[in-house]
């Protein structure tokens, strides 16, 4: 089986950093696509960031500029650095892989359980 964890999250004040990461571990053959989502109180969940296989990023909305999405292949990682954190980023922030099995040939979405990112002074 797969498993996703996220790591990273925390309180920070306006203005400040978070760098999050999610490592994958299991029966892993291959990675796809790796993106970040984030789900603020009282609302649906949210794509932020993307990377493709071949590492070309993707941004949604107001993170352009301010979050940058990285991928490490040979570790299994996958990680968004966060800077200039806003009140409005205040999210629990999932991560997500799409991932080929040792013992299949077809991929699969996994989903990390979440870390909580507060920003607030």
């Known amino acids: 089986q797969v498993q996703l964890v996220e790591s990273g999250g925390g309180l920070v004040q306006p203005g400040g950093s978070l760098r999050l990461s999610c490592a994958a571990s299991?029966?892993?053959?291959?990675?796809?696509?790796m993106g970040w989502y984030r789900q603020a109180p009282g609302k649906q969940r949210e794509l932020v960031a993307e990377?493709?296989?071949?590492?070309?990023?993707r941004y949604v909305g107001a993170v352009k500029g301010r979050f940058t999405i990285s991928r490490d292949d040979i570790k299994k990682m996958a990680y968004l650095q966060m800077d200039n954190l806003k009140p409005e980023d205040t999210a629990v922030y999932y991560c997500t892989m799409t991932i080929v099995l040792m013992t299949t040939t077809t991929s699969s979405e996994y989903w990390g359980q979440g870390t909580q990112v507060t920003v607030s002074s």
């Open positions: 990377i493709t296989g071949d590492g070309r990023p």
């Open positions: 299991g029966n892993i053959y291959g990675i796809f696509g």
